[in-house]
């Protein structure tokens, strides 16, 4: 049986439970996701050359990581071949890309050094998000950036942000499509703090003094990240789940949730529901934490397909901003991205073909039992047959068919660098 074929037979399944496979592919197709670059070369970007830090960790030396510009884009440009439906592109500041000679200190960081990045998108038909990056660089002292007791050390900062912001309208204009830019600071202690108030009322003022500058809210969705622990700072965060929900309400800015963030029992599939009460948007990084923040390719998991059905259900695809972020350097960076890429638009897939209102119905009606025994019965429906046929519509291959490409581009590309 052909793709088509197989497709035909699943949708009239599906349909006897009043699902629209038809519909549920035109959806899945438009809901945007934007696809991180620094899974490309493990978070190092162009404007240093020293190792990651800032309490997050790449593990693994796989033999072929990005070193300039042009091999990062070469590598973006063949995982867009292979994942379907709309992607955005996810920069972080430090992937800067200065002409030669030239350098530019992350407080000084302008539109110009970003243009590449924007010919690059628009060619594509790409929106922008951006980050400011406030790790891997001298000026964080002592772990500590927004919050730090040094008032150079927050200055630098905040006027990084603050170009961030510039920069970001920039990709906005640029692009016609909004930015969503992210702030996420690694500040906090590796030790019970003897105070944790201050570096808390610090960062909330460095974070006014940031949004105090003029830009269009509508063009660039400044969101903050929250985190419960890093990597040497296991004992406090300053940027917790509580400040940063707290600020972002009351300041009109979006929180951001990232799903390695929080304590292991907790899922943002969960929390996701009542932020929408609150806020008009959020933000979302995708990831797969396994036993720690450790950032793993995204799967096609239990709560890949919650978050995603959250979304789907609460008709929120306009209102929650997707993004990835996880860099395993153990493995073939270009088949990560790629599996974490499609395992997320799997996930939108597999929601937009459950049957939401009817399981709300249901629920509505005290029929529990119904709704257990459908979403159970659900997961053996031939999915796997609308996915194909959504590949193969998408014009991306089909199954395994991707990994194919991946190998001839290791054998041709990659494992010819340094
Ligand atoms: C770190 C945060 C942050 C980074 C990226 C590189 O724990 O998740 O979002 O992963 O900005
Ligand atoms: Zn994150």
Request: net charge negative.
């Given at each position: 049986m052909t793709v088509?074929?197989?497709y035909e037979?699943?949708?009239?399944i599906?349909s006897?439970m ?15 996701v934007?696809?991180h670059c ?6 190092i ?9 800032g309490?997050i960790q ?5 033999p072929?990581?990005a ?8 590598d ?7 994942v379907p439906?709309?992607?955005k592109?996810n920069l972080?500041?430090?992937y800067?890309i ?8 992350r ?7 970003f ?12 929106g922008?998000?951006f980050?400011?990056?406030m790790?891997s660089?001298?000026?964080v002292k ?6 730090s ?6 200055a630098?900062w ?5 170009a961030c ?9 640029e ?10 600071i690694?500040?906090?202690?590796k030790?019970?703090?003897a ?7 610090r960062?909330?003022e460095?974070?006014?003094?940031i949004?105090?500058?003029?830009y269009d809210k ?7 990240e929250?985190k ?11 940027g917790s789940?509580?400040f940063?929900i707290n600020y972002?309400?009351?300041r009109?800015?979006?929180?951001l949730m990232?799903n390695?963030h929080y ?13 929408l009460?609150?806020f008009d948007k959020?933000?979302?990084?995708v990831?797969r934490p396994?036993r720690?923040?450790s ?12 978050i995603?059905?959250?979304?789907v ?5 306009d209102?929650?901003m997707?993004?990835l972020d ?7 960076r270009?088949a990560?991205?790629?599996?974490g890429m ?12 459950t049957p939401n ?19 159970e ?5 031939p999915?796997?047959d ?6 193969e519509?998408?014009?991306?291959p ?6 194919r ?6 054998a041709?590309v990659l494992s010819?660098r340094?």
């Amino acid at each position: 049986m052909t793709v088509k074929e197989r497709y035909e037979s699943a949708k009239e399944i599906y349909s006897r439970m009043g699902v629209d496979a038809e519909k549920a592919i035109e959806a899945a197709k438009k809901i945007p996701v934007s696809m991180h670059c620094w899974q490309g070369d493990d978070v190092i970007g162009f404007d240093q050359r020293g190792a990651l830090s800032g309490g997050i960790q790449t593990t693994g030396n796989y033999p072929g990581k990005a070193g300039t510009p042009e091999e990062l884009m070469a590598d973006m440009d063949k995982v867009l071949t292979l994942v379907p439906g709309k992607t955005k592109l996810n920069l972080h500041a430090s992937y800067a890309i200065f002409k030669d000679g030239e350098f530019a200190d992350r407080d000084a960081l302008e539109s110009g050094h970003f243009s590449r990045w924007a010919e690059f998108a628009k060619k594509r038909n790409m929106g922008i998000d951006f980050n400011p990056t406030m790790f891997s660089h001298p000026m964080v002292k002592d772990n500590l950036t927004l919050s730090s007791p040094d008032p150079e050390v927050r200055a630098f900062w905040i006027r990084h942000c603050q170009a961030c912001i510039r920069i970001s309208q920039y990709f906005a204009e640029e692009t016609g499509q909004p930015c969503v830019m992210n702030i996420w600071i690694p500040d906090g202690y590796k030790d019970i703090p003897a105070d944790r108030l201050t570096p808390r009322k610090r960062f909330m003022e460095s974070l006014d003094e940031i949004l105090s500058i003029p830009y269009d809210k509508e063009k660039v969705l400044v969101c903050l990240e929250s985190k419960v622990f890093g990597i040497g700072m296991e004992s406090y965060t300053t940027g917790s789940s509580e400040f940063t929900i707290n600020y972002a309400a009351s300041r009109g800015i979006l929180p951001l949730m990232d799903n390695g963030h929080y304590h292991p029992t907790e899922v943002v599939s969960d929390k996701i529901s009542s932020m929408l009460l609150f806020f008009d948007k959020i933000a979302l990084h995708v990831t797969r934490p396994v036993r720690w923040d450790s950032d793993h390719v995204v799967l096609f998991d239990d709560e890949t397909r919650e978050i995603a059905k959250e979304i789907v259900r609460n008709d929120a695809a306009d209102r929650v901003m997707i993004g990835l972020d996880f860099f395993d350097a153990s493995i073939n960076r270009i088949a990560a991205w790629t599996v974490g890429m499609r395992s997320f638009r799997k996930a939108l897939l597999y929601a937009l073909l459950t049957p939401n209102e009817k399981l709300k119905q249901l629920q509505e009606e005290g029929r529990l039992t119904e709704v257990m025994m459908i979403q159970e019965e659900m997961k053996t429906y031939p999915f796997g047959d609308v996915w194909d046929y959504f590949c193969e519509n998408c014009g991306v291959p089909v199954r395994e068919d991707w990994y194919r490409d991946v190998k001839d581009y290791e054998a041709e590309v990659l494992s010819k660098r340094n």
